[in-house]
């Protein structure tokens, strides 16, 4: 038997995509259950080929052989670009192109949506409003109502698709400044590992807001903070913390 089955997020067509984020974020470790989790990605990354054919696969070829294509999808495979969408400026890969105060309003959105466990479709409308453009116009809430009219035209699959390529750029932020997302030690918050909650969600309005207060003002003043880009931003936020932990120390 002859057949090709999509190992890369590039090699997924759209219908697979979308219908793939969606299992990822509504299913473990991203949103509720997923008892049937590897049995939905194989079935979704073989949903391309004849009927017969995926019967045959499904009932012939033993299931640990079909899960080698599936298991990336959970652990090194990663979406890291924002489909196109008509008259639209997407996010550019990894987010590159937000500032900080574009980025601010979607991460408020998408930890609301996080709380939903990703089931909310009013908060997963909004997210991907949030993260695309008018053309040749610089972001501004204001202009959301008018970018909802054309994000709201796409299909639910595609706003799950840009709420997981939001969660692999913001998992890779996090990692690249660890500075800036670290959360105290459970010790230094007077818990008991095992009944550790999670910290306390801090918008990143308010940090803009201290860096625009700052006496040196590192990125200019208020409307300036808000207009950088967002790696500018966490590059200089996370010299300020190495500063501060220096001052500290001496």
Not at 164 to 179: D, L, N, V
Not at 182 to 211: D, H, L, N, W
Not at 219 to 230: S, Y
């Amino acid at each position: 038997m002859n057949i090709t089955i999509p190992q890369t997020y590039e090699e997924l067509n759209e219908q697979q995509r979308g219908a793939l984020c969606s299992i990822l974020l509504t299913s473990s470790p991203f949103g509720g259950g997923g008892g049937r989790l590897p049995l939905r990605i194989i079935k979704t990354l073989i949903s391309h080929l004849p009927n017969r054919t995926q019967q045959q696969l499904l009932q012939e070829v033993p299931f640990t052989a079909l899960w080698q294509y599936a298991e990336p999808f959970l652990t090194t495979e990663k979406l890291y670009h924002f489909r196109e969408l008509t008259k639209m400026i997407a996010p550019a890969p990894r987010l590159a192109n937000l500032t900080i105060k574009q980025f601010s309003v979607a991460d408020s959105l998408y930890y609301r949506l996080r709380l939903s466990q990703y089931q909310d479709e009013l908060l997963l409308r909004q997210l991907m409003a949030s993260l695309y453009n008018l053309p040749n116009t610089p972001f501004d809430v204001l202009n959301l109502p008018q970018v909802a009219e054309h994000t709201d035209k796409a299909a639910i699959t595609t706003a799950y698709e840009v709420a997981f390529a939001y969660t692999c750029c913001r998992e890779y932020i996090i990692g690249k400044y660890p500075k800036v997302f670290s959360s105290p030690s459970s010790s230094q918050r007077g818990e008991k590992p095992v009944f550790r909650k999670e910290a306390a969600y801090t918008p990143f309005s308010k940090i803009i807001s201290v860096m625009a207060m700052d006496k040196h003002q590192p990125l200019g003043n208020w409307h300036q903070c808000n207009a950088t880009r967002v790696y500018d931003f966490f590059e200089v936020l996370t010299e300020s913390i190495l500063q501060a932990e220096q001052r500290a120390k001496s």
